[in-house]
């Protein structure tokens, strides 16, 4: 298995800019999951689905956040408008129930 | 909520040598425990997955040991290489399925 993917790996976009990320997980795993990266905040959840349904989104920072599951095999995580202070590296993971966790490469996002 | 917290932020040791990194957690509830190491630009690539039940997982020159009843684990990592070098980060996941971070630990092992 190519592991989870990410796409794309970087993203430069302009302030207002409606932005989209993509994540394919590894086949077979039931949860996936979308973490934000930043220096001052470290690793941070943001919203993870079970078997394609959204379980818990308290991690989404703002309705300018949302995040779709339409199969088992993608998942893409959208910010409208995007803002400078959203710049950050977002993750994807999946993972089988109470087994480890993989992580994609990640996207690294700048908003200017 | 969960709260992870890894001492020291920063490690540096010369090469060969033994070391051990630490993990304390909050809520002892947890389901399993898994240590990541992270490379300067990369993403995170999974190490061990220490399930509750357990109190260690080896792998190679990796320990990770657990103990739920005090909050904390550590991984042990023995005959240290330049190659470990990288942020190491331990994670504990929740009944609910979710996954709290500690800040992490900057290794650097120097040659």
């Known amino acids: 298995d190519a592991g989870v993917i990410q796409s794309p790996r970087h993203e430069v976009t302009e302030m207002g800019q409606e932005v989209t990320l993509r994540c394919k997980p590894i086949s077979g795993h039931n949860s996936l999951f979308w973490y934000r990266q930043t220096m001052m905040r470290g690793l941070e959840l943001l919203i993870y689905?079970?078997?394609?349904?959204?379980?818990?989104d308290s991690g989404m920072p703002e309705d300018r956040f949302s995040a779709k599951m339409p199969n088992a095999s993608f998942s893409t995580l959208k910010i409208q408008p995007s803002e400078p202070r959203d710049s950050a590296v977002y993750f994807c993971a999946s993972r089988l129930t109470g087994a480890l966790a993989f992580f994609g490469q990640g996207t690294r996002l700048t908003v200017v | 909520k969960q709260e992870v917290t890894q001492i020291p932020a920063a490690l540096s040791v010369p090469e060969g040598e033994n070391l051990v990194l630490n993990c304390s957690f909050t809520d002892s509830a947890i389901y399993n425990l898994q240590w990541f190491r992270q490379d300067p630009g990369k993403g995170l690539t999974s190490l061990l997955l220490?399930?509750?039940?357990?109190r260690e997982q080896t792998s190679g020159r990796l320990n990770a040991s657990l103990d739920k009843s005090s909050g904390r684990s550590t991984l042990y990592i023995a005959a240290s290489q330049p190659g470990d070098s990288a942020t190491y980060l331990c994670?504990?996941?929740?009944?609910?399925?979710?996954?709290?971070f500690g800040t992490g630990t900057r290794l650097t092992v120097i040659p």
């Open positions: 220490i399930q509750s039940s357990q």
């Open positions: 689905f079970n078997n394609n349904v959204p379980i818990d």
């Open positions: 994670a504990s996941w929740t009944g609910a399925n979710n996954l709290f």
